[in-house]
C-alpha cells in the first residue's frame, strides 16, 4: 500500500499541521484580544531547545520536544507579564521584536546553535518507528522514505488534533467567557471580578507553548534548522492564517492555515507568478470577509439551515 502514496502529497500535509499549531498560537491571545506576533520567536526557541537537547545530549525525541514546551512556556511568562501594559499595535511591535532578538541569538551563539549555518542531521521523530517496522520485515528498504513521511504526518496529525480539540472544549466554559469578556471589554470585565492579568498570562504562555511545540516537531520533521527559518515572515503568516481563517472561532485558525498551505502549493503550475495571485486571492477574500471565513454567524447560519431542513422533512 505505501508504494501507492506520494511523499510529495504527505509532505504537504504536515507542514499544513505544522502551520495549523503556528495559527493556534495566534488565535489564543486573539481570543483574549492580544495582538502577538511572538510566533516566530517561541517557534525558533523550542526548534532550538529540541534540536540541542537530542543532538547534543543525546535525549529521547518525545522528551526534548517536552522540554522545548516548558522552556518557551517560562520565557512566555516573563515576556506576558510586562507586555500586560501594552495593546494593540504596540504589544504586537514588542512581541515582534522578541522574535527578532530570539533570531540574533540563534545567530551569535554559534557554539550552542551553530550560528547562521544552522544545526543539521536532527533525528526525525519518525525514525525509532521506521527502524522497528524494517527490523521487524513490515516494511522494505524501498519504502522507508514514505513510511517516514506517513509516519511523521501521522505523529503530527494527533498532536494538532488535541490541540484542536482542548481549545474547541473549553467553549462555554469559564476561562472562554473570561476571555470573551476581556476581548470585549476590559474595563467592564475587570469590573465584574474577572482576574484580567491572570487570562492574559495565561493565553500568552500557551502560545508560547504551542508554538514551541510546532518549532520542535518542525526541526524533528525536517531534520535541519537554522535562523532564517524563524524570521518575522513567519509570524505574519500565522496572523493571516488565524485573521483570514477567522480569529473568533478556533476552527477559523484550522482553515485559514489548511487553505493558505495548501494555496501556494496549487498554484506551483504559475511558476514565479503564483504568489502574485496568492496575493491577488487574500486581498479579494479579505474585501469580502473581513472577518474571516469562520465565524459564529457562519455557525448560526448553517445550523438553522440543518434545523429548518429537518423540520421540513418531520412535516
Avoid at 26 to 47: C, E, I, N
Avoid at 276 to 301: C, S, Y
Amino acid at each position: 500500500m505505501l508504494s501507492y502514496l506520494n511523499s510529495y502529497y504527505i509532505q504537504i500535509g504536515s507542514f499544513t499541521l505544522i502551520n495549523i499549531m503556528l495559527a493556534l498560537g495566534v488565535y489564543v491571545p486573539l481570543s483574549t484580544g492580544q495582538l502577538s506576533l511572538g510566533g516566530a520567536g517561541f517557534m525558533g526557541l523550542g526548534a532550538y531547545v529540541s534540536a540541542i537537547a537530542v543532538t547534543r545530549f543525546g535525549l529521547p525525541i518525545p522528551f526534548a520536544i517536552v522540554i522545548a514546551g516548558g522552556v518557551s512556556t517560562l520565557v512566555g511568562i516573563l515576556v506576558g507579564v510586562p507586555s500586560l501594559r501594552l495593546k494593540g499595535v504596540y504589544l504586537a511591535i514588542a512581541t515582534l521584536g522578541f522574535g527578532e532578538v530570539m533570531r540574533v541569538i540563534f545567530i551569535k551563539w554559534e557554539t550552542i546553535t551553530g550560528g547562521a549555518t544552522g544545526i543539521s542531521a536532527i533525528p526525525l521523530i519518525s525514525s525509532s518507528t521506521v527502524r522497528f517496522l524494517t527490523e521487524q520485515s513490515i516494511i522494505d528498504s524501498s519504502n522507508k522514505n514514505v513510511a517516514s513521511d506517513l509516519t511523521v504526518f501521522l505523529i503530527l496529525f494527533f498532536i494538532t488534533g488535541f490541540f484542536v480539540w482542548f481549545f474547541a472544549s473549553l467553549r462555554n466554559t469559564r476561562i472562554w467567557r473570561a476571555n470573551n469578556a476581556i476581548r470585549l471589554d476590559e474595563t467592564a470585565a475587570e469590573s465584574i471580578g474577572i482576574n484580567i492579568h491572570y487570562y492574559k498570562v495565561l493565553a500568552f504562555s500557551q502560545s508560547a507553548f504551542i508554538s514551541a511545540i510546532a518549532g520542535a516537531l518542525y526541526a524533528h520533521t525536517v531534520s535541519y534548522i537554522s535562523p532564517s527559518d524563524f524570521t518575522y515572515h513567519r509570524a505574519v503568516e500565522a496572523l493571516i492564517f488565524t485573521v483570514l481563517g477567522g480569529s473568533g472561532h478556533v476552527l477559523g485558525a484550522v482553515f485559514g492555515a489548511t487553505v493558505l498551505t495548501v494555496i501556494p502549493e496549487a498554484l506551483r503550475f504559475l511558476k514565479d507568478y503564483r504568489y502574485v495571485a496568492f496575493g491577488a486571492i487574500l486581498v479579494i477574500m479579505m474585501a469580502f470577509k473581513p472577518e474571516g471565513i469562520i465565524t459564529e454567524n457562519f455557525f448560526r447560519k448553517h445550523g438553522k439551515k440543518t434545523n429548518n431542513a429537518a423540520i421540513k422533512t418531520n412535516k
